[in-house]
């Protein structure tokens, strides 16, 4: 079974300063997705970026991009230039293709970001 | 820009009481999906819906629980004679393809 672990439960950074949140998985299947969600107090779910195993290059969204390292199933989250906005709770998920058809997501237990101003 | 929708944002419920969390998925989306957060843990998989019917549940959708896409436009999720425990924050979530889910606000249901 696919298992998704963020090591790091709370972690801080300055506003303005650059930020990593660590992500390792486990799997046998060489087809699937990694994800990063961003959980605000609101608590909703928000989709931060994604990234394609089978695409080398590591995916990028504005400020936030990963370090997608394959072979040693990690899937890290640099967050630049840390907004206050940036505070929340982080999740890394997975999905692989071994899923079928039903799109189901592993989340990872979550890592808290706090942004100091 | 278009999105997931669930009512209501809060409910309570007494243990023993049936509720049902609503839910209004993107409209061109086919692969709609209940996950639930018990509070300060991570986001775990209830079950996932295709075609009218279910494609897998977790080992947590027991007979208790049930889903239902009624209308064509509405996602519920229903638990029958509810649970301390089955207090929650309950996301609804939809994907155009499989591996793409964008999630509704959620629904905090609490139960006393």
């Known amino acids: 079974a696919q298992t998704v672990t963020q090591s790091q439960p709370e972690m801080s950074v300055q506003e303005a300063e650059t930020v990593t949140l660590s992500c390792t998985y486990d799997t046998s299947e060489s087809d699937y997705y990694l994800f990063w969600y961003k959980q605000p107090p609101s608590r909703q779910m928000i989709l931060v970026i994604r990234?394609?195993?089978?695409?080398?290059q590591n995916a990028t969204e504005n400020r936030f991009s990963v370090n997608f390292q394959k072979a040693a199933k990690s899937f890290s989250l640099k967050i630049s230039d840390s907004q206050l906005g940036d505070a929340a709770m982080y999740f890394c998920?997975?999905?692989?293709?071994?899923?079928?058809?039903?799109?189901?997501?592993?989340f990872g237990q979550g890592t808290t970001l706090q942004v100091k101003p | 820009e278009p999105e997931v929708t669930q009512t209501p944002s809060h409910q309570v419920t007494q243990m023993g009481q049936e509720v049902i969390l609503r839910c209004v998925p993107i409209s061109n989306h086919l692969y709609f999906y209940w996950y639930r957060q018990i509070l300060g843990q991570k986001v775990e998989f209830l079950v996932s819906f295709y075609n009218n019917e279910i494609s897998e549940k977790s080992e947590i959708f027991d007979d208790q629980f049930s889903v239902e896409r009624p209308d064509g436009s509405n996602f519920t999720l229903k638990i029958r004679s509810t649970k301390l425990e089955d207090s929650a924050m309950y996301f609804c979530a939809s994907s155009e393809e499989k591996f793409e889910a964008f999630f509704g606000q959620g629904t905090r249901l609490t139960v006393v």
């Open positions: 998920a997975y999905w692989g293709h071994g899923s079928g058809n039903t799109g189901k997501l592993i």
């Open positions: 990234q394609e195993a089978y695409k080398q």
